[in-house]
C-alpha cells in the first residue's frame, strides 16, 4: 500500500468520491420519485399488479454496461455525458422501488383503509395522508437494499469513462498498481455504510410518530 501516492493524489481521488456520492444519490432519489406514484396507482390494480411489476422488473436484469453504451443512441446524447449514467441508474432504482413501494403499500392494514374512508378521506389523500406514512419503514427496507447496490453498479461506468471511484480500478488495473483499486474499494464500502445509515436515520425520523418497541 503507498500512502505517498495516495497522498499525492488526494485532489483527484476527492473529485472521484464527489462524483461517485452524487451518482450513487441522485438516480435513487429520481427512481423513488418516480417509484411512489407508479407504485400507488400499480397497487390498485388488482390481478394485473404482479404481472406488470414483473415486467418492469425486467429492467434490472439489463447489463449495466450495455445499457450504458445503448442510451446514448436512445437519448441523442455522448457516450461521456453524465446523463447516460444518471438515467440508466435511475432505471434500476425504479426497476426495485417500484416493487419495494408495492409491498409497502399492501402492508396497510385493511381496517386502516377502511377508517380513512370512513372519515371521509379522498383517494389521492388518503394516500399521502394514511398509506404512504404507514408504508415508510418498508420502502425504507427496500430503500436500503437500492442504495447499496447503486454504489458498486455506479463504479462498472468507469468503462465507458465516467468520472468516479471505478476510476481507480481500471487506473490500478492497467497499472498493475493495487494501491488505486484498495483505495477504491475501501471508499466504496465506507460511502455504502454511510449511505445505508443515512437511509435508516431518515426512516427513522420520518416515522417518529411511531410507538418505539420496548427491548426485550
Known sequence: MRFDWLFQQRENILTLLGWHIYLSII????????????GGILHRCGKFKDGILNLLG????????????????LLGS???????????????AFALLIRTVCDGLDSVPEDTHQAAVAMG???????????LPLAVPVIAA???????SNVSIVSISALVGMPQLGAL??????????????????LCIVLALLLDNLVVRTGN????????RNAK
Open 27 to 38: 438516480p435513487v432519489l429520481i427512481g423513488l420519485a418516480l417509484a411512489i406514484p407508479v
Open 58 to 73: 425486467l429492467l434490472y436484469t439489463i447489463p449495466s454496461l450495455a445499457l450504458f453504451v445503448l442510451l446514448p443512441g
Open 78 to 92: 455522448k457516450i461521456l455525458d453524465t446523463v447516460n449514467v444518471v438515467v440508466a441508474l435511475t432505471l434500476y
Open 121 to 131: 378521506y379522498r383517494p389521492v389523500q388518503r394516500f399521502f395522508s394514511v398509506e
Open 142 to 148: 427496500g430503500m436500503r437494499v437500492v442504495v447499496v
Open 169 to 186: 480500478f481500471t487506473q490500478g488495473f492497467q497499472l498493475h498498481f493495487l494501491t488505486p483499486i484498495i483505495a477504491g474499494i475501501f
Open 205 to 212: 425520523r420520518i416515522t417518529a410518530w411511531q410507538p418505539k
